[in-house]
């Protein structure tokens, strides 16, 4: 069975939207308190949203089949591999507006809310113009294509704030306080209410999210057009992103190889979507998990390597 034409019903996406309210509350209320995440701690709950996204997989495969779970696992491999560059750019946001370590936990939180539901919007977006517009899968296939070439030759975008648009346009008409106020984002200064800087880099994250939002949807979407299937990939991947921020950000140069592997997968998930509107077809749904696999592996081992010779030499 093509896992695009496998009708989802009703309450299996009002089931998925109910657990994943649950999980988003269950971490509000065990971090309720501005505590700074261990390693220890962001490791155990990295390995609660892994195991999580896994066993939906397994629910995809027995309730859906084997191909559906296939497309399942591939786009939430990729999306979380994708989630790696999220990390590195919360890393440079965080440190831009020096946000100290207890309130970043929250900041991410909230981040995570908007990038859902960016998702959610451009999920229902892309498959709609696939569906309708027959060239719409050469314009997604180039602009994956260009965006791989992008990250493998000039790395990451640049995320100055004070050239972001929607932050410079926000600091316009928000009354701002250039100030932290405790973990608040907005505090009363001299009688008038003002948006407090842990604010200003929320806006910042989601405004940056936005991008990575549209390159990842578009990504997933070269794997399958269920919706259902790209928007439960994509929301277990990211739920986890908190935690692999605290994982993750002190590691990164250790991960030097691995947008190598991000560029190419994109420019595969490019290349896949200009190939299902030509009499190529859909490439099979185990090449693509394949591949992802395969070229993560390799980036990973790469990397890992050339850090140990960095060290070695050093």
């Not at 009002?14 to 999980?23: E, F, K, Q, R």
């Amino acid at each position: 069975m093509a896992e695009a034409t496998v009708a989802v019903p009703l309450w299996a996406w009002a089931a998925v939207g109910a657990v994943i309210a649950v999980m988003l509350g269950v971490d509000v209320l065990m971090h309720r308190d501005s505590h700074v995440i261990e390693l220890r701690e962001a490791l155990v709950w990295s390995g609660v949203w892994i195991a999580a996204g896994l066993l939906f997989g397994l629910v995809v495969w027995f309730g859906l089949g084997g191909d559906p779970a296939v497309a399942y696992y591939s786009g939430y491999l990729l999306e979380k591999a994708l989630s790696v560059d999220n990390v590195f750019v919360f890393a440079l946001l965080f440190g831009y507006f020096r946000v100290p370590p207890g309130y970043q936990h929250k900041v991410l939180f909230w981040g995570v809310v908007g990038a859902l539901a960016f998702r959610l919007f451009f999920i229902f977006a892309g498959a709609e113009l696939l569906d309708r517009l027959t060239w719409a899968g050469f314009v997604l296939g180039a602009f994956l294509i260009w965006t791989g070439w992008r990250l493998a030759v000039r790395g990451e975008p640049d995320v100055d704030p004070e050239r972001n648009p929607v932050v410079r346009l926000f600091r316009r008409v928000v009354p701002t306080d250039p100030r932290y106020h405790g973990d608040r984002f907005t505090a009363r200064v001299d009688g008038r209410r003002m948006a407090t800087v842990l604010l200003v880099t929320l806006v910042a994250i989601e405004a940056t999210d936005v991008v990575f939002a549209i390159d990842s949807v578009a990504a997933i979407l070269a794997i399958t057009t269920n919706t259902f299937l790209v928007w439960t990939a994509t929301a277990f991947a990211v739920l986890g992103l908190r935690s692999l921020y605290f994982c993750l950000a002190g590691l990164l140069r250790h991960f030097g190889y691995l947008r190598y592997g991000l560029a190419l997968l994109l420019a595969f998930a490019g290349l896949k979507l200009i190939l299902a509107e030509t009499p190529v077809g859909k490439l099979p749904v185990w090449l693509t998990l394949t591949v992802v696999v395969l070229t993560l592996a390799a980036s990973i081992v790469a990397s890992l390597i050339a850090a140990r010779r960095a060290r070695a030499t050093g």
